[in-house]
């Protein structure tokens, strides 16, 4: 029998004309949340010359749905490479379907931003708290007040079975990035992660929260995104394109 998944309604942001596509990337969103909570993040990344498309999917879909989804948004002849891009429970969507994905989703890499936990029960927060747990960033905090889409409460729900255990290994590049300060995910468990996986980037936003490519710090992160981007493109092996070299000791502050 055919798996048919709901289709998945996709946000897409494109480089300004003349560019032509570096690669294109998929966003997958967490709890309570949709697609268009990631457009400050699309636009800027598009801007840098990549197609962004984000998924208004939701926790509940398996890696059957969610490799549906993307395959769809896609097309024939998507820019290469191609990247999925998760935050919450979106991030252990994207590394599952990664480890179930064949020929039909030409993956490059994975995104993992502000990864939901796999271990300890729901958490209950009030409207307060979970803006704060969310973000610290002022104007994602009244985007988020004043949007009727996203649905607020939900960052206290329990993960879905179908993401747990973690304990997928995707054989492709993955840059983890996860707030010092986040509230629902340690970072011990985040790092944890990194370290299981083959080939992991593992990057900590200081005084970062829970969504941090919403963050205050979110053009320090996007860029982070970028320079990942332009490595998985230029080398397999992701040697930095520009290092930064100390030339003598900095006096503490």
Same mark, same amino acid.
């Given at each position: ?6 289709? $998945?309604?996709?946000? +897409? ?9 570096? %690669? ?14 990631? /457009?400050?993040? %699309? ?16 926790? #509940?879909? *398996? +890696? $059957?749905?969610?490799?549906? $989804? ?5 097309? $024939? ?10 935050? *919450? ?29 796999? +271990?300890?029960? #729901? ?22 007040? /004043? ?40 970072? /011990? /468990? ?17 005084? %970062?929260?829970? *969504?941090?490519?919403?963050?205050? +710090? ?36």
């Amino acid at each position: 029998m055919t798996h048919v998944a709901p289709a $998945a309604t996709a946000h +897409s942001w494109r480089p300004p004309a003349p560019i032509a596509p570096r %690669g294109t990337i998929v966003v997958l969103p967490g709890r309570g949340e949709h697609g268009l909570v990631y /457009e400050r993040f %699309g636009r800027r990344i598009s801007a840098d010359g990549y197609v962004v498309h984000a998924l208004d999917t939701t926790p #509940e879909q *398996d +890696s $059957a749905d969610i490799l549906l $989804a993307v395959t769809g948004v896609l097309g $024939a002849a998507p820019a290469a490479p191609v990247v999925l891009v998760g935050s *919450d429970t979106g991030a252990l969507q994207v590394l599952n379907a990664a480890a179930r994905a064949g020929d039909e989703v030409p993956l490059a890499g994975l995104v993992l931003a502000g990864t939901a936990p796999t +271990s300890g029960g #729901e958490t209950a927060l009030d409207w307060d708290a979970e803006l704060a747990a969310r973000t610290s960033c002022p104007t994602h905090r009244q985007t988020l007040a /004043e949007d009727a889409e996203f649905e607020r409460g939900r960052l206290a729900d329990a993960i879905p079975a179908h993401l747990l255990p973690t304990e997928v290994t995707p054989v492709v590049p993955v840059l983890l990035l996860h707030g010092a300060a986040d509230p629902l995910t340690p970072l /011990e /468990e985040a790092r944890a992660l990194a370290r299981r996986l083959p080939y992991a980037d593992f990057g900590v936003v200081r005084d %970062g929260v829970h *969504d941090v490519l919403n963050d205050a +710090s979110h053009r320090t992160t996007a860029a982070a995104v970028v320079q990942w981007l332009e490595r998985l493109r230029a080398d397999d092996d992701l040697r930095p394109i520009l290092t930064l070299e100390p030339l003598e000791p900095r006096e503490q502050h």
